[in-house]
Nanobody
């Protein structure tokens, strides 16, 4: 059974940076497409960024394009989300998710098979 554990969240001022990590245990994630989603209070969970199992393809939400970068290190069974130029509207709980069965990045939460517990990111103005 694969488990996903996020870390790296915290409080940062607007314009600052954070790097989130998603470590997998129990099985290699090298065969899974991986993604980050986020959910702000009273809002629906939304896609942030995704990467295919090989790392050859990535996808980003328009709201984070140019500021966030998703990457993966399959040897370390870890996926990262580098977040730069953070804005108060980036404040949310960030979730890591794993998906299998597709050759491309899936951007809908219903398409993901496994989720982490989430890590809080708060950006002050």
């Amino acid at each position: 059974q694969v488990q996903l554990v996020e870390s790296g969240g915290g409080l940062v001022q607007a314009g600052g940076s954070l790097r989130l990590s998603c470590a997998a245990s129990g099985r290699t994630v090298s065969v899974y497409n991986m993604a980050w989603f986020r959910q702000a209070p009273e809002k629906e969970r939304e896609f942030v960024a995704g990467i295919t199992y090989s790392g050859s393809s990535t996808s980003y939400a328009d709201t984070v394009k140019g500021r966030f970068t998703i990457s993966r290190d399959n040897a370390k069974n870890t996926v990262y989300l580098q977040m730069n130029s953070l804005k108060p509207e980036d404040t949310a709980v960030y979730y890591c998710a794993a998906q299998w069965g597709s050759t491309r990045v899936v951007t809908t939460s219903s398409g993901y098979n496994l989720w982490g517990q989430g890590t809080q990111v708060s950006v002050s103005s």
